[in-house]
């Protein structure tokens, strides 16, 4: 018997609720990435972490209705960490592409011009 903080039952509906949530985000994320043709890599990355939720969200409902036990938490508490990572590696897939920019960076604002000096 494990002593826990809180009623689990109530941690169970935050925790439903903010998991509906991130699948929400990701899905928008995914579908996102599809509409603005972004690069095939991180394409992949997003649709990756849809069936990796789908599962997390299976494998959290079957821990929740067993009774917690041991094993079952061991594992979604490691497809949770795996998931997290792939998150993050298409957010900064997005975030920094390895691309090179189709332009040239233009100035922020012209130099200004210095008292004395002249310029060709």
Known sequence: VIDRFGNVNDAAY???RAVVVFAALA???????????TERATLVMGVATLPLI???ITIGEV???SGLPWEVIQLHVALAALLWTLVVAT????LRPDREPTREAEPL???????GLTVP
Do not use: I, N, Y
């Not at 899905?27 to 043709?37: I, Q, S």
């Not at 957010?91 to 997005?94: C, D, E, L, M, T």
């Open 14 to 16: 935050v925790h439903v």
């Open 109 to 115: 604002a012209p130099e200004p011009r210095r008292a």
């Open 91 to 94: 957010a900064w897939s997005v």
């Open 27 to 37: 899905l928008a994320l995914t579908l996102w990435l599809w509409r603005v043709g």
């Open 63 to 65: 821990q929740f209705r």
């Open 54 to 56: 789908a599962a997390q």
